[in-house]
């Protein structure tokens, strides 16, 4: 089965592959009278765009985005919001190895396995070049929740992680991982590179806080507010983890060091610590959300790794071409726009029953 | 908004609090022709059902299932399976410091600033009595896969894991831990013990392995198989964290080093490693799924923890009554059951789009 | 596929078949805070019940309904409501030839082309009696829209209109057959009651409207208001028409007859005309909702009917048993149901993208 | 709220405006490695097109689609198919009268009245254009069931009834009417003309029948093969009437004329009537699937109508402009799409459960 769509009442639809002509998303359920244009999503998409440095794929893509419905006068209506991306820099290349054989880590078997067919020029469907998509489709969700301040940075890359105590917020937009620690940042730079020079690939952890979230988003008991992000963030392109306030770490704490303790506050209460993550019960606390995300390293490498052909016979395959020698840092915009899209699928979803 | 309906094609939707009479589960799109009784389900609701040992609650609950509808002369007929369970020990106690302050860590604040009102005897449908259904409903969902087999263990409590090298599955119900490992097991007993008589609490993590699942399965792009089992696994109760396969280690692992390489096998291809654990491109490959989840310590402890009144008043509160001192124990079989029903949907899903 | 939920955010499922021991309704996605109690549904059920006069089944069912969950002190939490309704009179019979052979008219044949197996009882889950889960269920909607009000009632039984210029609303509960004309409910006493003792059957139209309605409630394109009403209406069993304002009426209309001009009115425009029913693209005008619904006799009938047995082989059959003579009667309390359900679920729609 | 996806497993989610830039249709859950290319689908958007005949709007669109993702090699690969149409012909004219004073007929009104605001250029969102992305997306639905052959005619215009005995199925594409009646073809060039000069316009009735739909497609309770082709049909512009089968004429027949015998036949049943339009249950029983609708006659017409400004001023409106004197002419075409949608989406929904 195929299922392109996400979200209950926030919805949309994405649709695309690699090497097509274009990919979309379809926006559903957006309120009316909120203005919008390209310029409020293009940013976004450049900040995911390839080809911006070294450390990102060398594809060269503008990511143009064009809005081909349910605006009028420069505001939302109600109607779908149909966005679009061209596709320019589908390079004409030889497919024929990737055709014939499965390239471990990618979703090549997995895809013949269950369809019988695939579309294996870049990847096809299972690319991470649909996540533009996402991120265009995010940017309409953060128009609809003004209230939520959403940031995304990698907090790890290769097992290296930033010291807490370098956090710089105004940092993460000043390097090319997203670092909102400096120092991390400049090791990373030699990092990456000597991964990328070696035709390897790194890992990498993405934090993203949703602050503003005001307390009440949440629909239990199956669309819960981390269960929702859960699966957002799993349904990423090389994602394995997900964690929400200290995640596995909780389950190393004892009761009372997990306790998020209250006080009064002005408007509501005032938690001395943050273990939950802004979530209890599957709903939101009125505290930051947040939530981690695991990216395993790039599938494409040069080292020459064991597979086998479609006719069952063993073969080694290398993967050529032009690729991420880490996803996970182009991962961090793509967080933030499923982020986006969930809490305002989520406000809705509150406002419909609880008015 | 509430959302208690899971799944796409192979549905249930959970009713029912802590105090009420009864709660239960409707199971929607099962196949025909099915053998099954209340004898099939019975027995998962007894590995989870309370009191068994002294390291889960007091509380003492039959959890016995009738079958209500869905079934005519030993099979379902595919029409929804109505499953009931009463509660029992709805023991008449106090509640009128938790009606009246936030026990924190609990959903009682967050279901009281989303509702404006809340059923507050014994945390009512955010309890975690509430996953009986869940244990029923996926008894179900294993009779629509005989091909899988299921087994949820625990592998870790409060920071002391297991050793992977004394793994013995036969371990995991000669214990009340779930252990595959027999001395972990009885480090455990100490620890637990220890806890529960101080009135504090552990977390655990638990890893649920899936064999059989044939390659295929799974719904790009928004109802991937990992990205169904996390949002399923983070829906329970307590749950922090979900990881697929080798999870955030894979963050911290190079390309060549998670790469899972194939070599020609009898059907299929054979893996020579899961660091996929069984999933890529959100669809199954035929390995082995495999996934890990995070329980905090359970929030209810008899430390004092500051908090606030539904008037915003400070005040302190102990969380007496009877608790599971680690919640993670009992949600093996929690997290079997949720397996059980992502994979079942799947299975439908796949064959709806594939034949 | 089975699919026994019905709603986007107001949800109900429904489970349960005619001989089993119970039938029941989860209604999903109520507003939190409003007053419910068994009484407040109990009167819906009491006007559907069977046996309460010689023009309907004979069947004896108190039909009393059991709230199992979702309130707390009298009023709704916003967890899901169960609703469970036992049989009381499913009378130890022969069903031997009903098993045997297919009832022309009934879904016998084709729930056993789609399951391969069935449960005769009664018509098992096809059986009319399943609309009890409906009704209970939709008085549940009704206390969400209290400011609508809901009237359904009879306007023809076996081609016998009533005189709209007889139409006396006072008279519709002043009669077994929910007719608004005095004069028709004479005429149809002894039209049923003939039929009755003919062992025949007859059909009717019911008519419902519903006032209150606020313009703006409806989501296009694929779940307009008009579009979710013929849904809803359409799946009640024995039906097999459905329309709105003029229906097909308006298909013989000129464009400038079909017209409802408007003129200014106090808070909205004033309709000089209704025969858009209501609702325009979809979407409710302000107007009354006006909906007509046909029944098909009854197919229970003593007339022998040349049939198939299971083995496909010739035969006859004869419907004994327990019938209402003319269905559409006891259809009148399921179309206000379920016009008040799908009416709940689109205010809650409405509200959740225009806040 | 906006609801733009139609269908449960085969499902389409359809965008565009009448006078923006483009319209189309996102296809998911298509079988794969089904054959498709343009040419498959543009002969039915070509039936659809306006600008053919002085009977259908003079608006000139060459409706020419272009399919942007999910084939491969000329196959479909699994994911989502998105189809897109150019507006070519959105003619600059005065939109100032219209979007001061809401035309009688139309969703003018009620668009206002839901979303504050509204595109008024042609209709907007509620133009019947929309209705070419059903037809594109129809003709893929059409590839997924090459077992059944659907057709559908206008039985009634403007109140002028076909004759059942000079039915030529050869007929209906020879006329400008899709009308199988040659008699009555010739009637309504004169009907239509007249009432298209004199700036008024014409209600139809489309009859649409599938043969070939195997027994057991349909899924009860809430998506029963009838409520489901209801809520397709009356969803489509300007439908106010839907019936299966014998429709409202079932309701004036007695039991015994009603029932639909039965003998044995080849490899099913062989049915000696279809009064149930081949649906018993909610459920294909192997007959012709049958149903009827009907179309109010278009609201755009010349003569004054009483109606009120957005300021709630009266005042009276002409729509001028390009319009179809009989909407439902370019109807047939539509109800053919949906239906080949509903059943595309049934058999998939039946093999889910049913294998």
């Known amino acids: 089965m195929s299922f392109n769509t996400f979200g209950h009442v926030f919805r949309f639809t994405t649709w695309g592959e690699s090497h097509g002509p274009a990919l979309g998303a379809v926006v559903d359920g957006c309120p009316p009278g909120i203005a919008l244009s390209e310029a409020d999503i293009q940013p976004f998409l450049d900040k ?39 596709n320019v820099d589908q390079r004409s290349k030889d497919y024929s190895e990737v055709a014939k054989a499965y390239r471990p880590g990618h979703a090549d ?63 993460i937009n000043k390097n090319p991982f997203f670092c909102p620690d400096e120092a991390a940042a400049g090791r990373w730079e030699k990092l990456v590179d000597e991964a990328r020079k070696a035709g390897s690939s790194l890992g990498a952890v993405v934090e993203c806080v949703a602050t503003g979230v005001p307390p009440g988003w949440g629909a239990p008991l199956y669309a819960k507010l981390d269960s929702e992000l859960a699966a957002a963030m799993m349904g990423i392109n090389a994602v394995k983890a997900v964690e929400i306030g200290a995640g ?108």
């Not at 990511?63 to 505001?75: A, C, K, M, N, Y």
């Not at 940031?151 to 370098?166: P, Q, S």
């Not at 506050?265 to 981690?292: D, Y």
């Not at 986006?340 to 008015?355: F, I, N, Y």
Request: glycine share 12%; net charge neutral.
């Open 48 to 86: 995911r765009r390839p080809g911006t440095s070294k450390f990102t794929t060398q594809r060269q893509e503008p990511d143009q985005v064009r809005i081909l419905s349910g605006l009028f006068e420069g505001r939302t209506t109600g109607t779908p919001i149909s966005l679009m991306i061209e």
């Open 109 to 171: 078997y997995s895809y013949d396995a269950k369809y019988g067919f695939r579309d294996y020029r870049g990847g096809g469907r299972s690319s991470a070049r649909e996540t533009a998509a996402r991120v265009a489709a995010g940017a309409v969700a953060r128009a609809v929740i003004p209230e939520v301040e959403i940031l995304a940075y990698v907090v790890e890359i290769g097992g290296d992680a930033i010291d807490r105590a370098n956090f710089e917020k105004s940092q």
């Open 248 to 355: 596995f770490e909780a389950a190393r704490l004892r009761g009372e060091e997990n306790a998020d303790p209250m006080r009064p506050g002005t408007n509501q209460p005032l938690f001395l610590a943050n273990n939950a993550g802004g979530i209890a019960g599957g709903i939101s606390t009125g505290q930051p959300v947040v939530c981690r995300v695991g990216f395993k390293p790039t599938s494409s490498i040069l080292t020459p790794v064991d597979t086998v052909t479609r006719e069952g016979e063993a073969t080694e395959i290398v993967t050529k071409g032009r690729h991420d020698p880490c996803v996970g840092i182009r991962g961090a915009p793509v967080v933030e726009a499923m982020m986006a899209l969930v809490l305002a699928d989520q406000k809705l979803l509150h406002r419909a029953q609880c008015g």
